[in-house]
């Protein structure tokens, strides 16, 4: 167990590293140190070294092959194979592919790289099966996604994949058809397709089956997540352990049968491994699956071996391989909810649950006596019961790592989902993909499932929009919920309650906001916040939207939104960014909201925010109803800031980028000479910027949100000179289509002294101001730095940056060669 530990914790030890040289050199260290302990005969440490030495190595390669991957700056034609399990009834745009070799023509064999492709709007897609060789023209980049306060992370989403980059399909050619394995699992899909056709819960049947979820929309996916459903409507740990034990049943049955001789002693044995396999690989092998196979088999060959091992040595060397064959996997949400359910489980049962079971046996305690008098089955039903709320307790930390907040409702709807989706469904759904091949028999199996389903997804269904988000500044409470917990769990009521609700006073005291703290706290206990009291700074936060623009001006709990970023058919900047933002500072409804103009990159969230966070008050330099004018002349204070409206004249029916709201807003409770400023410019064009500069000639703003995010129609030389701000913030994404910002228009800033802050290069930018000081954070850089960062991987040193510098050496030794005069 020991070796197990010590090899886990060197694999996690990667994700306290924001730079891959700092990792090799802390690798490095451990591995000197581990020889010289060894020498006294101190071997622990040998174990960390080695699991350190395989995350350094896994690591290493994942950057090479990204580096490879997107090394190629035009359009490059490479050769591999589709991983995606692909529905061919519908128009799929996105999938997984395997990239082989590369070149033009692909005749250079380079590392296999994992590839997110999709086609390119208006070029047809063809029909493409998993398994299948293309040869396809694309255009790639390296993995890149929006780095907020909250909200999903799509770098460390690819990591957990081992995607090495993303791109486009220009064009494509199928080469071969797919074969194997994988054609098997894809003609058992698109034969489970089509004889799922009609069926109301089709998406979710096939997500059971395959594990395939592309087919769950929108109102699906909030309705799992509302119910604390998520993880049992795919293939989970959960079935495989199910398939596990029916293979089990099946070999002791065939043995049985084939009589009590050596020779058959291991057909339970194998009958669950195989079971369990082989629905693990109808959902490929996903992280979930591959920890429960593991599990399954280990403990089933302890069991086999007469070896008994404690449930925690299990799960610890469990771990430790899981993580030895994929040392990025502790990257994906799916490993550590996979394991953390495990571990409170194992908890739950060990020191609580299954002791008090124990006890009874051992006719211990006044408890045990009580519990006795109910039925055997009726005790069965409590333990479940109260499985679901440590589930629920002690997950909590967890979900609001990955989530951001939790079901409350999600025991009671799992209580009954669990054992009826499990006993009823799932074996209606695996008996349907064996009998594939009787499609009378198939169609009555899915029809059988299908139906099963709905008293599930009506539970499920009282559980719509009861999904709480957890703010930050509640994680006091959340562990101090987690601790009272596990301590009532482990400690009888009766001899520690003055202990348990000592600690969760201290943990509700903790989680209210500073202002309301003190009235809880005396002031003599808080005076380490009386700086932060008297100051009352407020706060600006460029969120990192890609191209367009959204900005939230908070002090305190209260906020207001400066445009609302873009939106989609499917979703809108203001619920996949701005919503996970507000809510995680514990945020729920907006004093205010402006929109700069009408464009769609700024204010195509409008309409949700307006719904979601009920703005007291709303304006626009257009004419829309429910808004008030942002025009010049506006002016009004709010909490204690001054809002000064400098541009347009007057409102239009529609409002372009020249008729964007210009605003200053500064500290109106501080001295004019000691605040600091900050204008807001939305989109407004050079002629828009003279107008202003003739009309405002002593402006002078500390920080300024560039114009039309560095658009070289705007930041005009004269404009910017007359200001003289400290600080340019530009709101523009990484791989602009339209290559913002303009080169000339960055220099001009930098040329003035000017600290250029981008969002393509350090993701959300929040500046804390307080008088005249501003502190500035890039969560890129200071918050969330990490290795596989796109900062990160351009500074990390590849195998194509020596083999390029080398070319390039030989170049220049051929012509100097070339330049010497003949003899």
Not at 120 to 133: A, I, K, T
Not at 294 to 318: D, F, I
Not at 554 to 570: E, I
Request: with cysteine.
């Amino acid at each position: 167990m020991r070796c197990a530990a010590g090899i886990a914790l060197g694999l996690l030890s990667l994700h306290f590293w924001p730079s891959l040289p700092e990792y090799n050199a802390f690798v490095t260290v451990v591995m000197i140190g581990s020889i010289v302990l060894a020498y006294f005969r101190q071997r622990s440490l040998i174990w960390v070294a080695v699991g350190a030495l395989l995350a350094n190595i896994a690591a290493t390669s994942y950057v090479q092959n990204v580096q490879l991957a997107a090394f190629e700056p035009e359009n490059t034609t490479i050769v591999g194979e589709v991983r995606s399990l692909l529905n061919p009834n519908n128009n799929v745009t996105l999938f997984e592919f395997t990239s082989e070799t590369r070149g033009n023509p692909p005749n250079e064999t380079v590392f296999s790289s994992r590839l997110q492709l999709r086609w390119q709007q208006g070029v047809p897609s063809p029909v493409m099966r998993q398994g299948e060789r293309w040869q396809l023209t694309v255009k790639l980049r390296p993995p890149h996604g929006r780095v907020n306060s909250a909200g999903f992370d799509r770098e460390r989403h690819f990591v957990g994949k081992g995607i090495h980059a993303s791109g486009i399909v220009v064009a494509g050619t199928r080469l071969s058809a797919n074969k194997g394995l994988q054609a098997w699992r894809q003609t058992l899909f698109e034969r489970a397709v089509q004889q799922t056709d009609g069926l109301a819960q089709q998406g979710y049947l096939l997500a059971l089956g395959f594990g395939f979820r592309d087919a769950l929309n929108d109102h699906d996916w909030a309705l799992l997540r509302d119910s604390g459903l998520a993880h049992l409507m795919a293939i989970s740990g959960l079935h495989i352990g199910l398939a596990v034990m029916l293979g089990w049943w099946l070999g002791g049955g065939i043995r049985f049968l084939l009589g009590d001789h050596a020779r058959w002693q291991w057909w339970p044995l194998w009958a669950a491994i195989v079971c369990g396999a082989g629905y693990a690989w109808l959902a490929g092998f996903s992280l979930p699956t591959q920890r429960a196979l593991m599990m399954s088999v280990l403990v089933l060959c302890l069991l086999r071996g007469g070896v008994r091992w404690p449930g925690s040595q299990v799960m610890v060397v469990v771990f430790a391989i899981s993580l030895a064959l994929n040392p990025l996997a502790s990257y994906s949400a799916g490993f550590w909810l996979s394991f953390s359910a495990v571990w409170v489980i194992l908890f739950a049962y060990t020191l609580g649950i299954g002791r008090r079971e124990s006890q009874q046996v051992q006719g211990q305690g006044l408890e045990s006596v009580d519990d006795n008098r109910w039925p055997r089955w009726m005790r069965a039903i409590k333990a479940m019961a109260w499985m679901q709320v440590a589930l629920l307790l002690f997950m909590l930390p967890v979900q609001w790592l990955w989530f951001g907040g939790f079901a409350p409702l999600a025991p009671m709807i799992n209580f009954i989902a669990i054992p009826w989706v499990s006993m009823v469904t799932v074996p209606f759904v695996l008996a349907a993909i064996v009998l594939s091949f009787w499609e009378t028999a198939a169609v009555v199996l899915w029809q059988a499932a299908d139906f099963s389903l709905y008293p599930v997804l009506s539970l499920a269904s009282l559980a719509s929009e009861q999904w709480w988000r957890i703010a930050q500044s509640q994680l006091p409470l959340v562990f101090g919920l987690v601790l009272v917990g596990g301590l009532l769990w482990l400690l009888p009521w009766r001899r520690a309650k003055v202990l348990l609700l000592v600690l969760l006073g201290i943990s509700t005291v903790w989680a209210l906001p500073p202002e309301r703290r003190g009235r809880v706290i005396p002031s003599s206990a808080l005076s380490s916040f009386s700086s932060f009291q008297s100051a009352q700074p407020w706060q600006v936060d460029m969120l990192d939207v890609g191209h367009g623009l959204a900005i939230i001006i908070s002090r305190g709990q209260q906020a207001v939104v400066y445009d609302t970023g873009d939106q989609w058919p499917m979703g809108s900047i203001a619920s996949s960014v701005i919503e996970p933002v507000l809510k995680a500072r514990g945020i729920t409804q907006l004093d205010g909201l402006i929109l700069s103009h009408a464009d769609s990159d700024h204010a195509g969230g409008a309409a949700y925010l307006s719904e979601r966070f009920t703005p007291g008050w709303q304006r626009s330099s257009d004419e829309r109803a429910g808004y008030l004018p942002c025009v010049r002349g506006e002016a009004w204070h709010w909490q204690g800031l001054s809002f000064e409206v400098l541009w347009p004249p007057k409102r239009v029916k529609r409002a372009a980028n020249p008729h964007s709201c210009v605003i200053l807003i500064s500290d109106a409770s501080v001295a004019t000479e000691h605040a600091a400023s900050v204008l807001l410019t939305g989109d407004i064009d050079a002629i828009s910027e003279l107008l202003l500069a003739q009309q405002y000639p002593d402006l002078q703003a500390d920080v300024v949100f560039v114009p039309h995010h560095g658009s070289a129609t705007s930041s005009t030389a004269t404009w910017l000179s007359a200001m003289q701000p400290q600080y340019g913030l530009v709101s523009v994404a990484r791989y602009s289509p339209w290559a913002l910002p303009a080169p000339s228009v960055k220099q001009r800033y930098l040329a003035q002294g000017v600290e250029w802050l981008s969002t393509a290069e350090a993701g959300q930018v929040s500046l804390r101001i307080a008088g005249r000081d501003i502190d500035v954070v890039r969560y890129r850089q200071d918050k969330r730095a990490a290795w596989y960062r796109s900062a990160a991987l351009s500074a990390s040193p590849s195998w194509m940056a020596w083999l390029d510098g080398l070319t390039k050496r030989r170049e220049g030794i051929n012509e100097k060669a070339a330049e010497k005069p003949a003899d």
